[in-house]
Structures are given as C-alpha cells and as structure tokens.
C-alpha cells in the first residue's frame, strides 16, 4: 500500500468515527473506495455479527428497494449463482464481478433483467470478514454501456475490504454503549405473508425513523413501508421458521429488533418487534463491534451479575490483579471510566 492510499485509509476510518447516521458512512466509504475502484453506485450492508441477521444500510444510485429484495430472493433460489454472498463470505475468494450485457459471470436470465431494468451494467460485490467474522457485505454498480469492472478492480476491492470493515468498526463504536434512549412504548408490527406491514403500534413509525434509513415523506404514507433492515430480518426468521435477532447501533444507543413466526391467523405472518437492547443482549454485539477478548467478554458477565473482584477472579481461576487489568481494558474499549457506569449503561 502506497503512503497515499495509507493516509486515504486513515482519513476514511477517521471520518467513520465522526458521521451521524449510516447515509453519512456509505458516502465516506464510497468516496475513499471509488479512487481504487470508480463506480456510480453503492449498496454498503452491515449485519450483526452475532447472529448474521441485517443491521443497517446505506445506499445511493444503488439498486431500489423492489429491485434489491428481487434480487436477493432470486439469488438465493438460483442454484447455480456464480457469487452468493454466503459462498464468498467462507472465501478464500471475498469477492466478485457480474454482468448484464458483456463478457463475464453471469445471474440467471429473469435477475439479468431485473439489472438491465435498472441500468445497471456490471456489479461489484465483496463480502466484508475480518478475524473469521463476517460484518456485511459491498454492492459497486456500474451502468449498462458502461466499462465493467475488471479482474484488477475486484482483486484491489478484496484488498480494501478489511478496510471497510474497520471504517464500519468505528462508526459503530461510535453509539453509546448503551440502549437507545427514544423515550417511546416498543413497536410492534405484522408483517404478512406477501411481506407488507399488516398492523402496527403507533410507535413503530418513530422506532423507524430512529433507524434512519426511510426518507421522512415514506414514513408519511398512510401504508406502512417495509424498511430495508426489518425485511431482512423478517427474511432470516423465514429462511429458519424460527425467531431471529438483531441489533442496531444508532447515536442514541442500541435497538433491538426481533422477528418470529405468529401462531395462528394469517400462515406465514411474522410478528416484529422493535425496543431498546440491554443487558446481555447488547453486550453480546457490544463484546464484538468493541473487540473485547472472550476473558474480557467472561468479566463483564461476572461483573453484570454483582461479584465482586475477588468473586470473579475465583470464578476464572486468576487474581484479583489480573481481573482488574481486564477491566481498565474494557474501560478504554468501551469508552466508560468505571465498572458501575459500564454495569449501568448495559442494563440500561
């Protein structure tokens, strides 16, 4: 790496740290990536990396909702699919190229049209792991007519990758650790069979607009939108028929979104619920955004449940010592100054 791309790529993680919403990130990210590898559009996908579940989304002249959820059901139940993210997430090769209308690795035809409709001409797209984790996922687009990308600029957007994920890494630390302070009852929603909102609380419009990824004249209409997260959320509880979790980062904390097939009335209705997450719920993704250790995770589960250093130093056979060096760890990677403000902020 060149010194320059090195002071691009501090400059970019830097800026990570210091946006305010997901939109913010997807434009610092695109702008640093688009000098390596040029593009028109940009879908950047974070997911929770404990449970794989989506977990925000930034986009722009990236493909439109409709024309994404398409693709992704059609790619999953295309078999024989040259690049699905979860093929590229195993590796070792983290990325590939597709295209409508020129030479090179192809969708089936019907999602070919669906590029083609949407004018897009060749995608670029690279799953995002680092330290065995996967973190989301980086959809380029290019026009039809245009120049696909070429083997150099997949091999350079692999390069980057790790990159991305700790840009994603920092805007994320960046919520307090803690559950999300909109003062609002939890929303709940019914999400039908057809994948539109059936019923909602009152409250789920503003738990929405808190996630930041509806423009304000969507969250307007009388009709309820399907947001981009809850869909793929609702998704993973299909795929399995059982409940699925995520959690969201935002900069008034974390939320919790969850999931679950309904028992009775409409067959292949999902209820999904939308709160604050605490506790050891948010410290599970907390414990990998952070980077704490499994000792240091071990700690803070001891520490949660009110033993005292010398308790917890028995409990993981090592000293009190050692225990407390654990905790200054913690502190700095957290952002907390003690063990009651660290205890009081996951529990809320």
Known sequence: MSTGESVSRAAAIGAAAEVGSTAELGTVISQWIGRAVPHDGYMLAAVDPVTG????????HGYSPAAARRLTLGDRLDGDH?????????????????NTDTPGLRRNAA?????????VGS????ALVDAGTAWGGLVLLRPRGGRPFSVAEAARAQRLGRDVVAAMRRYTTGAPPEPSRLDRPPGV????????????????????????????HALAEPHMPMESTIWSLTQAARRTNAPALTRIPTRRGWIALRAQ????GEKGALAVTI?????????????????????????????VEGLATKQIARRL????????????????????????????????
């Open 111 to 119: 999602m070919c049209s669906v590029m083609a409709d949407q004018g």
């Open 189 to 216: 929603l019914v999400v039908g069979a057809d994948d539109t909102v059936a019923a909602a609380t009152p409250s789920v419009r503003e738990w929405i607009c808190e996630l930041g990824t509806l423009p304000a």
């Open 261 to 264: 097939p309904m028992s009775g």
């Open 317 to 348: 056979a090592m000293s009190p010592h050692t225990v407390n060096d654990h905790f200054k760890s913690i502190y700095r990677k957290i952002g907390v100054s003690a063990r009651d403000e660290l205890v009081a902020r996951l529990l809320g």
């Open 53 to 60: 579940a989506g977990c925000f989304l930034a986009r722009e």
């Open 275 to 303: 709160q604050p997450a605490a506790g050891t719920e948010l410290l599970q993704a907390i414990a990998l955004w952070h980077g704490l250790t499994p000792k240091e995770r071990a700690v803070i589960d001891h520490a």
């Open 82 to 98: 040259p690049y699905p993210f979860e093929r590229l997430v195993e590796g070792p090769c983290r990325v590939g190229v597709l």
């Open 123 to 126: 995608e670029l797209r690279v």
